[in-house]
């Protein structure tokens, strides 16, 4: 017999990692410059749970996939149409920034009250899904918050691979420090999954998938409710992204164990 | 029993090819008229009954604004889209608010002037400022005040973010369209390009056929280069008497200035004369002190080493340029082909079942230096009759396509001003010179007087390396160069412009960077993977004994290389920007078809990743 899941992945967006970022000081504290106008991508981490999401789903007959996204909306529309391409899910949208100047705590109870709201979700079978980490929000808090509001104790963090045995029973490898994994079984739902990197690569693009997914996801956007993201008590001191130091120069016939020794002398600074 | 993957087909209403100014004029005029305003569509789909007729745009690159360019446009199409059009909500959008023309001088002694440009380095040098004439008026045909600067990858994500906000149109990115779905001269839809394939499009691991999107009209709007407009004039040919044989490469950068320069935003220059006379230059300053710049290296330039990026070096280091841009920070950089014939490049503008749109339909104005803005028209022109037959329940024939679409553009300015452009550029087939005394003819007396010329396909120009540098360089030297060069892999235009006196660029590793570098800072190229090369070969062998190679010697990202071993160059679409250059700059023609070239540019996945360009 199979096993059935409603699996709710929570994913934002974030800018295009290959595009140039600039913060910038905002009414409301720092922002990202031309935000709305940089092209933005689903976050890399969440999007190896959406896949590993789809895959367990595709495995296991009459689960669902919900993709929890808290984004501005106007964004989220243009992502969601390269996303919905790679694997079906059903879109629950919070309408806020993403930009990554978010509190933690807050933006875990805008997920969890979106989670709640969802019609139809049985948790009894939720595994709840997400980045390990993000690529804006870096704290790898969110998703243990929205556990606990979900009243989810059963947590894992770091996650490449689960393994879903006959009776129910779910075997997490976890990576811990050394490169090794930590293998864990649980009995079954309700569970958090804080994803790595996974094992699946990025789905290919599927047209009809994306029209299907489309039909439903509209509507989701249309009517997505804007989340408050006011409370915060959080203050940025200051603001900056990494910046990337290119040196050029120009050397000729150098031996490749010059250039390695220089490379080396050069990342020791 | 067959193993094969079965082919997905889809039935929508409307399928677009392409979303750059030309679709996004249509879109947003086709989705502003699809509901009454009862709240009622104003026809039944018929791919979904019950609903309003379905919209669906495919887009190659992985977002909707990747389109490389900065623009100058008196955006007369555009503002009547969007009448209150406040360029302030529109990063690096601005009105245009001084505009010039600039004589640039040879500071280097390296550049082929013919004698009258000589003279006018002598005659003019005492007004020069920095070794530049500044033109004391704009003629009105290039003026484009009162007008806007943009990037069109801004413009585009804003139009698209309106366009998806309406929830009328679907806008797909990351899908590259192979080909259209033809029944005899009619269109039918589309097919998707094939993904789960080797680079030579063999099906590998995950094979997935591209799905056939079957449509009742098929927009093209997938500009000079793109695979759907390819395949038509293949399949169609063009209107007697008209041909594609001018183009021209943009390659531009956008630049953060030096905190101290004084270029206000919205000032344009153009410029002639420099780095060679036969290549234009550009520059648009944003707000925020950040500029669009760049050169375009037109087909008539006769040089079979055309390298555009390292001209584009020297010419951002022409002192009068050089003195405000000395300090900037190269933010992003990239290239695209022009398709410079105008009205004489005009493709059938429809048939049963598809309508073109854009630069590939001919609209770009090659006198006025303007095209953007004619797309965004021709796209406005196509979305009310598509409106109009819709509502009069009307099926997409030629019949009435004609009589709706291509009758109105016949009507408009754009077809009144290409009429006016059509052989403004003729004289440029028999040199510089009277090329610009042609486009000065036919700008000043609106079209009436015109220096006749009769264009040739790029690769009957080319002239060979030999030739071209007849008097500059012995034969036996450039062999010894040439062997040089293929014993080392690299190409030969550098060695070449090293040898008649262009000096070394010194790189500074923030604007004056290598071309790779170039290609890692701010316009990565994203190629997906499981697609097949979109740039091949039509006869390799013929590329063996191919002695110009402009394919990599005009290589805008270095994505088509020597090839080690001999014989036909390689390809690495890991750098490729799609501009388009190596097929038409190939100095071979295809030996199945003469009118084009031996390089085949067909539709593929990725390009360029950056808005701002």
């Given amino acids: 017999m199979g096993n059935e899941f409603h699996i709710v992945v929570c994913g934002s967006i974030v800018p295009d990692p290959l595009q140039t970022l600039a913060p910038q000081d905002g009414p409301n504290g720092p922002i990202l410059q031309n935000e709305m106008m940089l092209p933005a991508v689903l976050d890399p981490w969440a999007g190896h749970a959406l896949y590993e999401a789809a895959d367990l789903a595709a495995k296991n007959p009459g689960s669902q996939v919900w993709l929890v996204s808290l984004g501005p909306k106007a964004k989220l529309q243009q992502v969601m149409m390269a996303v919905s391409q790679k694997a079906p899910f059903q879109l629950v949208v919070a309408d806020g920034s993403s930009s990554g100047f978010e509190d933690s705590y807050e933006t875990a109870k805008v997920l969890s009250d979106t989670i709640d709201g969802i019609a139809g979700l049985d948790k009894s079978k939720l595994l709840l899904f997400g980045g390990w980490q993000s690529a804006s929000r870096g704290s790898g808090a969110v998703m243990q918050m929205v556990g606990e509001m979900q009243g989810v104790s059963e947590q894992f963090q770091g996650v490449d691979k689960i393994t879903v045995g006959d009776d129910g029973a779910i075997e997490v490898l976890e990576r811990v420090e050394g490169g090794s994994y930590q293998k864990s079984v649980v009995d079954g739902a309700p569970a958090v999954m804080g994803w790595a990197t996974g094992e699946l690569p990025e789905p290919p693009n599927n047209p009809q998938i994306g029209m299907q997914n489309m039909q439903k996801n509209m509507p989701a956007l249309q009517q997505a409710k804007p989340a408050d993201l006011s409370g915060s008590s959080l203050s940025f001191a200051s603001v900056e992204v990494p910046q990337q130091r290119r040196e050029t120069r120009i050397v000729k016939d150098a031996s490749v164990d010059e250039m390695a020794q220089e490379i080396v002398e050069w990342i020791k600074g | ?613």
């Fill in chain 2, 1 to 613: 029993m067959s193993d094969e993957t079965p082919r997905a087909e889809m039935e929508t209403d409307i399928v677009c090819v392409g979303f750059g100014p030309a679709a996004g004029g249509f879109l947003t005029t086709l989705t502003r008229g699809l509901m009454n305003e009862d709240g009622t569509p104003v026809a039944e789909s018929k791919a979904m009954p019950g609903m309003p007729p379905q919209v669906i745009c495919y887009e190659r690159a992985d977002d909707i604004g990747f389109g490389v360019s900065g623009v100058v446009t008196k955006g007369r199409a555009i503002k009547a889209s969007f009448p209150d059009l406040d360029l302030s909500q529109i990063p690096m959008a601005h009105e245009v608010t001084n505009e010039k023309i600039l004589f640039l001088k040879d500071p280097v002694g390296a550049s082929r002037r013919p004698g009258l440009f000589k003279l006018a380095d002598t005659v003019l040098g005492k007004w020069m400022e920095d070794d530049a004439y500044e033109l004391p008026y704009v003629p009105a045909f290039l003026e484009k005040h009162p007008g806007m600067i943009f990037s069109i990858g801004q413009l585009n994500q804003w139009v698209g973010g309106n366009l998806m906000g309406t929830g009328m149109a679907q806008i797909w990115p990351g899908s590259p369209v192979a080909e259209p779905l033809m029944e005899g001269e009619a269109v039918k839809g589309v097919r998707m390009v094939d993904q789960g394939v080797e680079k030579d499009g063999t099906p590998g691991a995950g094979f997935m056929p591209g799905m056939d999107m079957k449509a009742a009209l098929t927009v093209v709007a997938d500009g000079p280069v793109g695979p759907v407009g390819q395949h038509l004039d293949r399949e169609l040919g063009l209107p007697e008497g008209n041909h594609q044989r001018e183009w021209a490469v943009g390659m531009k950068c956008v630049v953060d200035l030096p905190e101290d320069c004084d270029w206000e935003p919205g000032t344009v220059l153009h410029t002639i004369g420099y780095p060679e006379p036969e290549i234009f230059g550009f520059l648009y300053v944003y707000p925020g002190n950040v500029a669009s710049l760049g050169i375009f290296v037109p087909s008539w330039f006769d040089s079979p080493v055309r390298t555009a990026y390292r001209y584009m070096q020297h010419w951002m280091m022409h002192p009068y340029l050089w003195k405000r841009l000395q300090g900037g920070t190269m933010r992003s950089w990239g290239a695209k082909s022009l398709q410079e014939s105008g009205k004489r490049g005009e493709p059938f503008l429809c048939g049963d079942g598809f309508a073109r749109i854009g630069e590939g339909s001919g609209s770009t104005n090659v006198l006025t230096g303007s095209g953007v803005d004619e797309a965004w028209a021709t796209g406005v022109q196509l979305g009310e009759s598509v409106l109009e037959l819709l509502k009069d329940g009307k099926a997409f024939s030629k019949e009435n396509l004609e009589a709706t679409y291509v009758a109105k553009r016949r009507a408009s300015w754009v077809e009144e001003e290409a009429k006016v452009a059509e052989k403004s550029r003729d004289g440029f087939t028999k040199g510089v010179i009277p090329g610009f005394m042609g486009m000065g003819l036919t700008g000043l007396t609106k079209g009436l007087i015109n220096m006749p010329g009769k264009a040739l396909k790029p690769q009957d120009r080319i002239p060979t390396v030999e030739e071209y540098y007849k008097g500059y360089i012995q034969e036996g030297e450039i062999q010894k160069i040439r062997t040089e060069c293929a014993k080392n892999g690299v190409s030969l235009h550098d060695a070449l412009m090293d040898r008649v006196g262009w000096p070394e660029i010194p790189l500074d590793g923030t604007l004056l960077v290598s071309h790779q570098d170039a290609l890692l800072m701010g316009g990565k190229v994203q190629a997906n993977p499981g697609y097949a090369d979109h740039v091949t070969f039509a006869d390799p062998d013929f590329c063996k004994g191919c002695r110009e190679k402009v394919c990599i010697e005009a290589c805008s990202g270095q994505a088509i290389y020597t090839n080690p071993e001999g014989g036909t160059p390689l390809f690495d679409r890991e750098k490729c920007v799609h501009c388009g250059a190596c097929m038409w700059n190939c100095s071979k023609s295809n030996p199945r078809d003469n009118e084009r070239t031996n390089v085949k540019f067909r539709g593929g996945s990725g390009g360029l990743h950056s808005a701002e360009n």
